[in-house]
């Protein structure tokens, strides 16, 4: 039986491991965290349980397939609760007025109709294009490795490519079909869900609504790091092993072939290895030799774009929130400025955030009588970022958030209502996960970075090197990272079959 090791247990290092061991090998992960998840990771405090990064769950039949495909039911490992409002968005900096996103047609569209019956025949339209341009990007895009330059250089998939359209920035794609400002960056701010600017990622991430409207949006009982434990008791009743705080220092590459890694200060050989830790910052850290590295070395990791990063409060108190939804999200005044001030690194003066409350559908997640707040801030990444991330800071995003929420009917006494808050700001992400840059999506999206142009599922310069993760392609956000895992673990058997 061929061992494998597999860097990294967020859900991509724990989707690959799952799918290689019902292959048939043994498969060793090393995790430098104590536990599951990576950013899928949680925190306990007083019985509030926060989800410490991912909270929207979409695409739930990618979830599910990770239970499936290891010829398990995914019923006996998670549970999925539909959302209907699936989000709710509050404009204006006095929120007086917001829109509930329903997944339901009968719902949603005469809400639209209200705001502009033009902007809710643009919707369908809007709705109709990319969900062509959506099946397209799926069956030739983001199920597909790019591992060599003929996977994208012939021609049909360059008429492929042609036809995604997707050229122009999701910004202006949108304005094309709706007029109404409220209903344009309802549809745009959701670029931000995988860290890149409405106004500078491609059109085709306009898909996001779609994919909300179309395959619903989930919560899963006991949170998303629900999803985290599920996958390791399935890695564990497949019999794979996990070394929890075991930081690996390098992978170990004799004539260009990986041949195993050192964690902890031993040397642990296999005949694959499959990373799943941060692309660029495997690049610079755990990759020694230059010639093992492709193009991608230090100047090129360094010259690259970053998706942003986010600063998240997890607020702890005393009651509950009756109006308030699970998602909800705070669009600023300025919202252009404020997108620019994410992706230049100034101080953001009116931010746009977003308050996930899990406690409101799942009691398991505070203490009886009162919610758990997570208010998360896109920021800037720490190659263009002005911050630094010390008390002052995280004092200043504080205070502007609490005056925007004592604002709304439902917030109001917020500031009295607090007992604790935990902070999670890019430094943090960099160091407990080495998201490089504090970037919480990995690269930046951008057309050229992504597809071919994205790091791929192969290591460059050497054999039995395996990538998978959010910097890698197809990229990044829960479903997005489970399937980039599929094309490394593809890649790996394709290679051994062949060998
Ligand atoms: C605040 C935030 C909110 C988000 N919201 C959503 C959302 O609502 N919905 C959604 O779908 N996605 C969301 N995402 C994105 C999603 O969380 C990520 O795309 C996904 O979890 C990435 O998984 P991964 O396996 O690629 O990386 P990671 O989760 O970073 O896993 C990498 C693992 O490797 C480990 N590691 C790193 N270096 C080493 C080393 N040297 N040795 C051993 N182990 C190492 C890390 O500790 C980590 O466990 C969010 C992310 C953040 C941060």
Request: charged fraction near 25%; include cysteine.
């Amino acid at each position: 039986m061929k061992k494998v090791i597999v860097i990294g247990a967020g859900v991509s290092g724990l989707a690959s491991a799952i799918d290689l061991l019902s292959k048939g090998y043994e498969v060793e992960l090393f995790e430098k965290q104590s536990g599951p998840g990576g950013k899928m990771d949680q925190i306990q405090s007083n019985g509030f349980t926060f989800d410490i990064g991912p909270s929207i769950v979409m695409m739930p039949d990618i979830y599910k397939e990770v239970f499936t495909k290891a010829n398990k039911r995914y019923e006996d490992y998670i549970e999925f609760i539909r959302l209907d409002p699936s989000l709710t968005v509050f404009f204006h900096d006095e929120m007086d007025y917001s829109l509930d996103v329903s997944c339901d047609m009968s719902q949603f569209i005469p809400m639209l109709e209200k705001i502009n019956p033009k902007d809710a025949h643009g919707f369908l339209r809007y709705l109709e294009n990319i969900y062509g341009r959506y099946l397209n990007a799926k069956e030739n895009f983001i199920l597909k490795s790019f591992n060599h330059p003929r996977d994208f250089y012939n021609l049909k998939t360059l008429h492929n490519a042609y036809k995604l359209k997707t050229f122009n920035s999701a910004s202006a794609s949108i304005e094309k079909y709706v007029d109404s400002k409220y209903i344009s960056q309802m549809l745009a701010f959701q670029t931000l869900y995988i860290g890149v600017s409405p106004n500078n990622g491609p059109s085709l991430y306009t898909i996001i609504p779609m994919i909300e409207m179309f395959y619903g949006v989930y919560y899963l009982k006991g949170g998303m790091h629900a999803m985290a434990k599920a996958m390791e008791k399935l890695f564990l009743d497949l019999n794979g092993v996990i070394h929890y705080n075991h930081p690996v220092s390098e992978i170990l590459i004799e004539n260009k072939q990986a041949v195993g890694i050192i964690a902890n200060d031993q040397k642990v050989m296999a005949d694959k290895i499959v990373c799943s830790a941060d692309f660029p910052y495997v690049m610079k850290s755990l990759i020694k030799d230059d010639k093992d590295k492709g193009k991608y070395v230090d100047q090129k990791i360094d010259r690259m774009k970053y998706s942003c990063s986010t600063f998240v409060m997890y607020v702890e108190t005393s009651r509950k929130y009756e109006n308030a939804h699970v998602h909800n999200f705070v669009i600023a005044n300025a919202f252009e400025e404020n997108i620019n001030q994410i992706f230049n690194g100034e101080r953001i003066n009116d931010p746009s955030f977003y308050v996930y409350i899990a406690s409101k559908i799942d009691e398991s997640m505070a203490p009886k009588g009162q919610d758990g707040l997570y208010i998360l801030i896109p920021v800037a990444e720490h190659s263009v970022s002005q911050e630094d991330w010390d008390e002052h800071t995280k004092a200043y995003f504080k205070e502007i958030v609490l005056k925007k929420l004592e604002k709304t009917e439902t917030f109001k006494t917020i500031r009295q209502d607090i007992k604790h808050i935990s902070y999670m700001s890019p430094d943090d992400f960099s160091e407990k996960y080495n998201a490089y840059n504090g970037a919480c999506f990995g690269l930046q999206p951008i057309l050229k970075q992504s597809n071919h142009l994205r790091p791929q599922s192969k290591a460059l310069k050497c054999e039995g090197l395996y990538f998978c993760g959010s910097s890698n392609h197809p990229g990044a956000g829960v479903p997005i990272a489970i399937s980039s895992a599929y094309l490394a673990t593809d890649a790996l058997i394709e290679d051994d079959q062949n060998a």
